[in-house]
């Protein structure tokens, strides 16, 4: 196990180091492992805040995720890196985005319930795709007859997103209060 | 038959708004609908791509038509809905299936609409036949808009790719772990190998012993050259440390891996490691005269080590 | 296809987004790609140059391989990436434990006593294995036809086992004690 160094800089250079090459976002206490716990959570954090501030300003930058931190590069730069990478990810489909929508804003849902809103049937391949993507997963049955699954989004999908937790997601069009002013009138 | 004022602005599937795209389908505006009941069967398939379903197409119909979610005109609504609903299903049943469902369900809203209602029931907050409807409308109108917005929010590989910087793997030399227990199993093996072979005795060694003359061969070494014998002592660790080191400094003279020289009697003694050219170059006459040699017991040197 | 920058820092900071976004080594060609061919392969080398030298006091740097640039996590940041993903530990063969062993109980010793005691040849790798751990070195020769190296352990083979002196191996007889009774049962 290596030696924590004293100096504050050359901790947060190898905290740098580690985020850079994960593959995968890296929390608090796995970054903490590499000082064989010896280093404070508080601590890891602090220099974690300013280590997003150093990059701020660059091409990639430090973002705080679902499960932990990771660097990605900034959204301006996506046309000409797209140019370096013919695989382009999967384009949904309304069906898809609606589908998951409903799932992120009201898990846990069954398919029944997805159906309901939507008023269609969901094609099997349409929550597949999500499960595919590991941004939905069953996260248990409900206690009806059949039994049916229930589909939740994944830190995955956070992570994707950017998001440190659901609360993030783009808050709901207020539709509602529409409904109960025009009801009092 | 309608008693509910008809709505003019309501797209009929005859006549659509050339100004507002209906939909687009790969990337190109689809500004009218079909102008008859005969719908070609491409132009059937970009209609139905175009709604995700009944209740989406309401959804269009109720916004062309501008007209307040909460207070939907049954009738016209429903007779246009109708309308699309039969093109729709002159070409593909199975995915009617779903409009023919709310179709009835929007008929059967209209004529509860008609019933006259009964006074008393009036002033008692009489549930609107439409309440059901609409709060399915907006429900799913919010997941709509939320899909789009979620859609627009970046998302990993379409609009950021993740840092993921190179580690050379090889340039990562991890070394095996050895602990005492692997030392001694490994001991034991190389027994159990010699008692296959041989019938070599194991002996008792004295382990400090061993370690000394290491010590010693290490400290001839960085010295690179004769070390004083009593520099060779460190008394600080005591009698037991200093017997072992003596005796260890006696087993490598033996084994002819140091030399121990004192120029005459009473003067300082010298140890060094055993270099080549002490067999090849025998000392002088006058230094042979001088150096008085410990001499190494004969014919030990070279034996090998017992087990 | 986007459009070329017109301003060379900003093409450097989208060279830098590609490199270090990217799985694989960029060619210089590849890297034209971003911007439709347009840069010359020579002012493409020459913004890497200033790359590579703007990161080299960097956590990462920027190398030229046979197949491209790519960004490569500095090697002194190893130890720690390592205690971030712990793999399984590669295992010593029997020849280098036994060896060791040998060197540890009875040093200090020449190739040829281990292999009298091995009973079998001592490959060279062996040995280069234990001395590359440093665990072992050769602290002199003995005096004996050809001048064998002798073998003894390091102070450092100590450390890594945690022992203050090889005093505290466990003696010899009562590893033959342990032989007996288990070759007896």
Known sequence: MPQLPSNPAEIKRILEAALLAAQQPLSVSELRQMFDGELAPEVVRKLLDELREEWSERTVELVQLATGWRFRTRTEYMPYLEALNPEKPPKYSRAVLETLSIIAYRQPVTRGDIEDIRGVTVATQVIKALEERGWVDVVGYRDTPGRPALFATTKKFLDDLGLRSLTELPPLEQLNQTLELSDAS | MSDTPVLDDIPAPQAAPAQE??????????????????????????????????????????????????????????????????????????????????????????????????????????????????????????????????????????????????????????????????????????????????????????????????????????????????????????????????????????????????????????????????AETPLTEEEAGQIVEIPAEEGEGDAPVTV
Do not use: C
């Open chain 2, 21 to 278: 795209a209906l939909a687009r389908i790969y990337g190109q505006p689809l500004e009218q609908l079909p102008l008859d009941l005969y719908i070609p069967p491409d132009a059937m398939a970009v209609m139905l791509d175009a709604f995700e379903g009944p209740l989406d197409l309401l959804l269009y119909l109720i916004r062309k038509a501008n007209v307040n979610v909460l207070d939907i005109p049954m009738a016209p609504l429903t007779l246009q809905y109708l309308e699309y609903v039969e093109a729709m299903r002159s070409q593909n049943m199975e995915l009617a299936a779903d409009y023919l469902v709310m179709a009835a369900m929007l008929i059967e809203i209209k004529s509860r609409m008609l019933l006259p209602r009964a006074k008393q029931a009036e002033e008692d907050e009489v549930e609107d036949p439409r309440a059901e409807l609409v709060r399915r409308l907006i429900e799913y109108e919010q997941m709509k808009l939320a899909a789009v917005r979620l859609n627009e929010h970046p998302q990993a590989e379409r609009d950021f790719v993740w840092v993921e910087t190179w580690v050379e793997k090889s340039q990562m030399q991890r070394f095996p772990d050895v602990s005492v227990a692997d030392l001694q199993q490994a001991w034991q093996s190389i027994l159990r190998q010699a008692q296959l072979h041989t019938s070599h005795k194991v002996q008792r060694e004295e382990l400090s012993v061993r370690e000394h003359m290491g010590l010693i061969l290490r400290q001839l070494k960085e010295a690179d050259g004769f070390v004083e014998f009593i520099h060779m002592f460190d008394v600080e660790l005591g009698a037991p440390s200093v017997v072992v080191h003596f005796l260890a400094m006696l087993e490598l003279a033996r084994e002819r891996l140091i030399r121990i020289t004192q120029a005459e009697a009473f003067m300082p003694i010298y140890v060094r490691l055993a270099i080549a050219d002490d």
